[in-house]
């Protein structure tokens, strides 16, 4: 292993670990939280794991594409798809989602955000 995949083992490792809290412990409290309570707890999280993730899946993608341009091989291409997946994941599901609670408090937008949220952790790891 060089040093960029070293590096990318470890910003991955650290999104699987953020994944992981995020879709065990953090989205299921999202259903602890009053209506009345609920839009500061939700701009907390959004304002609060955005500047942690964001930059971490920037490198992670830049990794994989990299990785996989230098020396294509099968078990590179996969992983790298599964960053992808990932990415259209969080974009089209999930942000989307994080947008709708953000206008108004809904159990089944929770509930859907739980459910959808299901195929991150599992292609991260």
């Known amino acids: 292993m060089d040093t960029l995949e070293i590096l990318h083992l470890v910003v991955t490792s650290?999104?699987?670990?953020?994944?992981?809290?995020?879709?065990?412990?953090?989205?299921?409290?999202?259903?602890?939280?009053?209506?009345?309570?609920?839009?500061?707890?939700?701009?907390?999280h959004t304002s609060s794991i955005t500047p942690i993730v964001a930059p971490a899946m920037v490198i992670e993608l830049s990794l994989a594409i990299y990785i996989c341009y230098r020396e294509f091989s099968i078990i590179n291409l996969t992983q790298l798809t599964f960053v992808l997946?990932?990415?259209?994941?969080?974009?089209?599901?999930?942000?989307?989602?994080?947008?709708?609670?953000?206008?108004?408090?809904?159990?089944?937008?929770?509930?859907?955000?739980?459910?959808?949220?299901?195929?991150?952790p599992i292609l991260c790891t």
């Open 85 to 120: 997946i990932v990415w259209i994941s969080t974009f089209l599901i999930q942000v989307p989602i994080h947008n709708k609670l953000a206008e108004v408090f809904s159990q089944e937008l929770v509930e859907q955000l739980i459910k959808t949220n299901w195929l991150r």
């Open 14 to 44: 650290i999104l699987v670990g953020i994944i992981w809290i995020i879709q065990m412990v953090h989205y299921p409290s999202f259903r602890f939280v009053s209506r009345e309570n609920f839009d500061p707890f939700h701009r907390h």
